[in-house]
């Protein structure tokens, strides 16, 4: 039985879903509009402000699928009404980033600046040189920037240098052990 696909999404104030044909649910709030399609099997259905998701058996298909489309409905009325954030840090000697327009200029140690174009609806801040925030209401496009951003340069295991998340915790290896002379 799915606990997650039988629990009701509360909407917040602001906040609309509606259904059109064929399943395809559209969520509106105040930070934009996100639309998706729902498998068929899928019923969903609004009485006030609570949204549920019902299925037409217990078979495995379809108590996976419930569980996804409500979490995946979760997370579009979350980030109508609150968005999504990821922040990033740059880790090392000369690592920084600067905003130059829309998009994100990166000096991290190669011989060229490496340039990242914001994909639509996502948007960067820049704090200092070194701190970087991803911002948007689509939690999917907002994870996958910042692992493309993070792509760039991964934290390496020797000296800890590169992108990462703000928070992650690199694992150092040691480095190469001296060798003695007899």
Same mark, same amino acid.
């Given at each position: 039985?799915?606990?997650?696909?039988?629990?009701?999404? =509360?909407?917040?104030?602001?906040?609309?879903?509606?259904?059109? +044909? #064929? %399943? !395809? *649910? /559209?969520?509106?709030? @105040?930070?934009?509009?996100?639309? =998706?399609?729902?498998?068929?099997?899928?019923?969903?259905?609004? +009485? #006030? %402000? !609570? *949204? /549920?998701?019902?299925? @037409?058996?217990?078979?495995?298909?379809?108590?996976?699928?419930?569980?996804?489309?409500?979490?995946?409905?979760? %997370?579009? *009325?979350?980030?109508?009404?609150?968005?999504?954030?990821?922040?990033?840090?740059?880790?090392?000697?000369?690592?920084?980033?600067?905003?130059?327009?829309?998009?994100?200029?990166?000096?991290?140690?190669?011989?060229?600046?490496?340039?990242?174009?914001?994909?639509?609806?996502?948007?960067?801040?820049?704090?200092?040189?070194?701190?970087?925030?991803?911002?948007?209401?689509?939690?999917?496009?907002?994870?996958?920037?910042?692992?493309?951003?993070?792509?760039?340069?991964?934290?390496?295991?020797?000296k800890g240098k590169g992108i990462r998340y703000t928070g992650e915790v690199v694992r150092m290896k040691a480095g190469k052990a001296g060798s003695k002379k007899k």
């Amino acid at each position: 039985m799915s606990r997650i696909g039988r629990a009701p999404i =509360t909407l917040p104030t602001g906040v609309k879903v509606e259904v059109a +044909e #064929g %399943n !395809v *649910v /559209t969520v509106t709030g @105040p930070k934009g509009k996100l639309t =998706t399609t729902l498998p068929e099997m899928l019923t969903i259905t609004q +009485e #006030g %402000n !609570v *949204v /549920t998701l019902g299925r @037409p058996d217990d078979t495995k298909k379809s108590k996976s699928q419930h569980g996804l489309w409500r979490s995946l409905l979760n %997370n579009m *009325v979350i980030g109508v009404s609150a968005g999504y954030t990821k922040s990033l840090d740059l880790v090392g000697v000369g690592y920084r980033v600067a905003k130059v327009g829309d998009h994100l200029v990166f000096q991290v140690g190669y011989s060229h600046p490496v340039q990242v174009n914001p994909p639509q609806g996502i948007t960067f801040s820049v704090e200092g040189t070194t701190k970087l925030q991803v911002s948007g209401i689509d939690k999917q496009m907002v994870g996958q920037t910042a692992a493309n951003i993070r792509s760039i340069r991964k934290p390496e295991p020797y000296k800890g240098k590169g992108i990462r998340y703000t928070g992650e915790v690199v694992r150092m290896k040691a480095g190469k052990a001296g060798s003695k002379k007899k």
